[in-house]
């Protein structure tokens, strides 16, 4: 088994481990939530300070054009393009997830209105993340004109999901609660031998994971900013919609800042050519700014080198939890296979919400999801091998001395 000491071993050869300087992370703090909410960039305070002080204080509106505000949400989209198999200008950073999710879904079932009218079935998963199925609930609704969803339970169903009548199959890649990743090549061929349009969330995956939209040939992609990519809370979202889509289809919220020419104040709209349709009104900037930040830290490594520590960080951490946490009934709920896995591990246990609530109480941070879902999420920036040796032995002490048991642990706050 693994000792402490070889866990100083690892980090001691480990050729990403002088990136964790890029980070501002708290003193006395394992953090292992980064696939909810990554941590500040080193670089985010500065620019929030360039940013508020001389592009807003001193530029003003000047600098919608001298510092390029409004070219960010393209400029953005570039430079995170590699991280997912994209090419220039095919993302913009723009909006949420959830409302690039209303515009992407929209112009696939407008795309497929027109080639295969028949075709008017969204198919998902049941255990999608929710925002995910209720966009397009919301949408279907709005349609009102026959539209539905199909869940299915389990991925081995999806292939019998995928009718004549399936317009657009919407999967998430990797599963916010299991951490299963899709085969995203092998479903999107699938999905479109079959007729439908293939729709991935990068939510788990972007700058977690390798991703190559190209090729796997997907049709649209959404994913957010402010969880393995360390955007900041509540940062924009980017769309991504592969070029042969992009002039031949339209989206609903067609605001200004998706206009041919904004600045023409024209009375009717017409869409701009390429991604630029997909952006609807005026960003937040101060946050918007931020993102570039955790995106130049990725400009210094590759997805393949971060995917190799980041197997290695969630593989050591089964290992110590299988070996030293095994009397006390934990449930390993995400796939062992590589293949199979995204950058996350999360086990089931009755007591999971007090269990991470005494854990965050010694500074070892993961999450909780019902039911019954512990989360720990692997980011391998800024994560080292003790790191994990440490948590898992808070974890083996909270679990023995039954900590978890002080009444403050149960107490639930609105956001788990
Ligand atoms: C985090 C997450 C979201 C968040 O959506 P927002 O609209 O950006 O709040 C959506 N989908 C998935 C799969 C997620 O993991």
């Not at 505000?69 to 997912?84: D, E, H, Q, S, V």
């Not at 041919?260 to 101060?286: K, N, S, W």
């Amino acid at each position: 088994m693994t000792t402490r000491d070889d866990a100083l071993a690892l980090d001691s050869t480990d050729p990403l481990a002088p990136l964790r300087d890029q980070f501002a992370l708290p003193a006395q703090t394992i953090y292992l939530d980064g696939n909810s909410l990554g941590v500040p960039p080193a670089a985010a305070a500065q620019r929030a300070q360039v940013v508020i002080a001389a592009e807003w204080g001193e530029g003003l509106i000047r600098s919608w054009n001298n510092a390029g505000w409004f070219a960010l949400p393209r400029r953005l989209g570039n430079k995170l393009a590699p991280l997912i198999g994209a090419a220039a200008d095919e993302v913009v950073v723009t909006d949420t997830i959830s409302v690039n999710l209303f515009k992407l879904l929209s112009a696939g079932l407008r795309l497929q209105h027109e080639r295969a009218p028949q075709r008017r079935v969204i198919v998902s998963e049941r255990a999608n993340f929710p925002t995910d199925l209720y966009i397009a609930q919301g949408l279907i609704e709005q349609l009102d004109r026959g539209y539905t969803l199909r869940l299915v339970d389990d991925p081995a169903e999806l292939a019998q999901a995928i009718d004549d009548t399936a317009a657009l199959v919407m999967l998430t890649h990797v599963n916010y609660r299991t951490g299963y990743m899709h085969d995203m090549a092998a479903l999107t061929q699938m999905i479109q031998q079959k007729g439908a349009l293939a729709l991935w969330d990068l939510a788990h995956s972007a700058g977690a994971v390798p991703v190559d939209l190209n090729q796997a040939n997907a049709d649209y992609a959404v994913g957010c900013t402010y969880k393995y990519l360390n955007g900041g809370p509540g940062s924009p979202a980017f769309a991504w919609v592969a070029r042969r889509h992009q002039d031949r289809c339209t989206q609903p919220l067609s605001g200004w800042w998706g206009h041919r020419a904004p600045f023409e104040m024209q009375p009717d709209y017409q869409p701009g050519h390429g991604i630029g349709r997909f952006l609807c009104g005026t960003q937040p900037i101060v946050s918007m700014a931020l993102v570039e930040c955790g995106l130049d830290v990725f400009l210094q490594t590759d997805m393949a080198a971060l995917r190799r520590k980041s197997l290695a960080l969630a593989d050591l951490f089964i290992e110590q939890v299988q070996t030293r946490c095994a009397a006390y009934g934990l449930n390993l709920i995400t796939p062992l296979d590589h293949a199979q896995r995204g950058s996350q591990v999360s086990f089931e246990h009755p007591q999971g919400y007090a269990l991470i609530q005494a854990l965050s109480a010694r500074g070892v941070i993961g999450d909780y999801r019902e039911p019954h879902v512990m989360r720990f999420g692997f980011t391998p920036l800024y994560t080292r091998f003790v790191d994990v040796w440490d948590a898992v032995a808070a974890l083996e002490d909270v679990l023995a001395t039954e900590a978890w048991r002080a009444p403050a642990f149960a107490a639930r706050g609105s956001v788990t």
